[in-house]
């Protein structure tokens, strides 16, 4: 079974600095990885996913993350926030192959201050 | 296309009533799995099916809760009796054969029960 940890409950940032949301999973097969965003009241949105191939991903607004498997990591990061990327960010995890679902990590809640 | 339609979206009940949570998932997917997120507890996997087939209902918390799906367009999750400590918000999410992980999301149904 994998297991999904995201260390950081909530991150402040300060609008237009960079942002990392932390990552890591524990899997004994290949896994799937991928970010999910959830704006307030609204269902779970995907905002980008490793399958395979190259270690870093983007999303079509500005995020991007990269697969580290000596670390078994999937660090999110931004160089610029801005107030409207204020949501809750959601790690997930699933393995090659498998159609099990996915399991997600706690959440990290982005606080974007101006 | 229409996505994951969920209903009701909120839904307010009293201890120790029925309730019946629907969702129609999207077009073509054949998997289709209920989520329940809570602040203590993040989001958990309940059950999920396989061309309307259940496959793993490990996550449903007890013998109050029981899911259907009697076809490929239709499920349904239901709590009998209701607890307070069902609160919660219940998304339902579909997907595609051949899966890499990527699930389609509703908007989630939010529970409180009094």
């Known amino acids: 079974a994998q297991s999904v940890t995201q260390l950081d409950s909530q991150v402040p940032v300060f609008e237009e600095a960079p942002v990392e949301l932390r990552c890591n999973y524990s899997s004994s097969v290949s896994v799937y990885l991928f970010w999910y965003v959830q704006y307030p009241n609204q269902g779970l949105q995907l905002l980008l996913k490793y399958l395979s191939g190259s270690t870093l991903v983007e999303s079509i607004n500005g995020f991007e993350a990269e697969f580290n498997k000596s670390q078994t990591s999937f660090h999110l990061r931004k160089p610029s926030v801005h107030i409207s990327d204020t949501a809750e960010y959601f790690c997930?995890?699933?393995?090659?192959?498998?159609?099990?679902?996915?399991?997600f990590g706690k959440g990290t809640h982005l606080i974007i201050q101006p | 296309d229409a996505g994951v339609i969920q209903s009701p979206r909120h839904e307010v009940t009293e201890m120790g009533q029925e309730v019946t949570l629907r969702c129609k998932p999207i077009?073509?997917?054949?998997?289709l799995f209920w989520y329940r997120q809570t602040m203590m507890r993040g989001l958990e996997l309940l059950i999920y099916f396989n061309n309307n087939v259940p496959i793993d209902d490990s996550g449903m918390p007890e013998d109050r809760f029981s899911a259907k799906m009697p076809n490929a367009s239709f499920s349904t999750l239901k709590i009998q009796p209701s607890e307070p400590r069902d609160s919660a918000v219940y998304f339902c999410a579909s997907s595609f054969a051949g899966w890499t992980g990527e699930l389609f999301f509703g908007e989630g149904s939010r529970l409180t029960v009094l």
């Open positions: 997930a995890v699933s393995e090659e192959g498998g159609a099990d679902g996915l399991t």
């Open positions: 077009s073509g997917h054949n998997s």
